[in-house]
């Protein structure tokens, strides 16, 4: 079945480390997405990429990483440098729907910081 | 600035009633518009979506309606099932781009 897979479902994180959390999708979308999603906040867009080898900043970006070498997947890396990483990450890809775009997401990796 | 406002944090109904989400955008260049719903710790899931050409769209349960004049929209769930209860998202984008701006989110709690 075609879908978008996130891993780990849980990820456990000692302060000062970095950590990847890996987003796999194979829907052939050319658009792929990082949220991150906090309690009575909405979903705020880390980073963004369009095409392989090409991605953009998002409104949140300072401390987090991504790569899109291939068009399957767009991991990110939070990197020590993010201040209150915390929270619950989707990854979402998207493909053309009329005149706009709908995204598809994936389940999502819950980070804690210990 | 929020560009996409949901208001309401949270929204109680009984089973069978009908249940009203309210959205309010503030950006004019918005002409495509989508409803998320999401449980907790999954990912969301695309509801229904309605371009700015349209008033009204519906799909079975969910119809959105469109008020471009009052920059405003909502989802209506009729009848509410209990199983409709989770957070719902609206979202907005501008011809184009394929980059929504999310509100904040409303939690629908359907009542047995």
């Known amino acids: 079945d075609g879908g978008i897979t996130q891993s780990p479902k849980y990820l456990f994180r000692k302060e000062g480390q970095n950590v990847t959390l890996s987003c796999e999708q194979n829907?052939?979308?050319?658009?792929m997405y990082w949220y991150r999603q906090d309690p009575g906040q909405g979903l705020r867009l880390i980073y963004y990429s369009q095409i392989v080898n090409d991605f953009q900043k998002g409104d949140i970006a300072e401390g987090y990483s991504v790569s899109r070498e291939k068009k399957e997947s767009f991991p990110l890396t939070v990197t020590s440098a993010q201040k209150n990483p915390t929270a619950f990450y989707l990854c979402a890809s998207s493909i053309k729907a009329g005149d706009s775009y709908e995204q598809f997401f994936g389940p999502g990796t819950r980070l804690t910081v210990l | 600035d929020q560009q996409v406002k949901q208001n309401s944090p949270s929204l109680s109904v009984q089973e069978g009633r009908i249940s009203i989400l309210n959205c309010d955008y503030t950006?004019?260049?918005?002409?495509?518009f989508l409803w998320y719903k999401k449980y907790p710790a999954e990912g969301p899931t695309f509801l229904i979506s309605?371009?700015?050409?349209?008033d009204k769209n519906e799909d079975g349960r969910f119809t959105v309606f469109l008020n471009k004049s009052a920059k405003h929209l909502s989802l209506h769930i009729v009848p509410s099932q209990p199983g409709d209860s989770a957070v719902y998202f609206c979202a907005a984008s501008a011809r184009g781009s394929y980059i929504p701006t999310f509100g904040r989110g409303t939690s629908l709690i359907v009542h047995p």
């Open positions: 950006n004019s260049m918005f002409d495509y």
């Open positions: 309605i371009s700015s050409i349209k």
């Open positions: 829907l052939n979308h050319d658009a």
